[in-house]
């Protein structure tokens, strides 16, 4: 069982930066590729990011592409989403996520491959 806790969410302006943390409760999340996804209110949960269990490889969904970056410091089984040029449309709960698949295996845009999964902080950017 591998627990997850985000933290690092807020309430922001128009072109802030905010950095979000996701801790793992055990080491054996270096195992994992892990992926941040968000929901808005009304909306469906949407992918926003994952990375390789290694860290060298990432993913990126077009909205947020050149404005995050997701990394990983396995030794601290944490994973950090940058979140750099905030936008209103950016404003959702952000959730991390552990997926047991290979990253090459190209799951990790689809949420219900995901076998652990935070409690989700909350993002709100004011324009």
């Known amino acids: 069982q591998v627990q997850l806790v985000e933290s690092g969410g807020g309430l922001v302006q128009s072109g802030s930066s905010l950095s979000l943390s996701c801790a793992a409760s055990?080491?054996?999340?270096?195992?994992?590729?892990m992926g941040w996804f968000r929901q808005a209110p009304g909306k469906e949960r949407e992918f926003v990011s994952a990375?390789?269990?290694?860290?060298?490889?990432?993913a990126y969904a077009d909205s947020v592409k050149g404005r995050f970056t997701n990394s990983r410091d396995n030794a601290k089984n944490t994973v950090y989403l940058q979140m750099n040029s905030l936008e209103p449309e950016d404003t959702a709960v952000y959730y991390c996520?552990?997926?047991?698949?290979?990253?090459?295996?190209?799951?990790?845009?689809?949420?219900?491959?995901?076998?652990?999964w935070g409690q989700g902080t909350q993002v709100t950017v004011s324009s």
């Open positions: 996520a552990a997926n047991a698949d290979a990253f090459y295996a190209g799951t990790y845009r689809d949420h219900q491959k995901y076998v652990y």
């Open positions: 055990v080491r054996t999340v270096s195992n994992y590729v």
């Open positions: 990375i390789s269990q290694s860290g060298l490889s990432t």
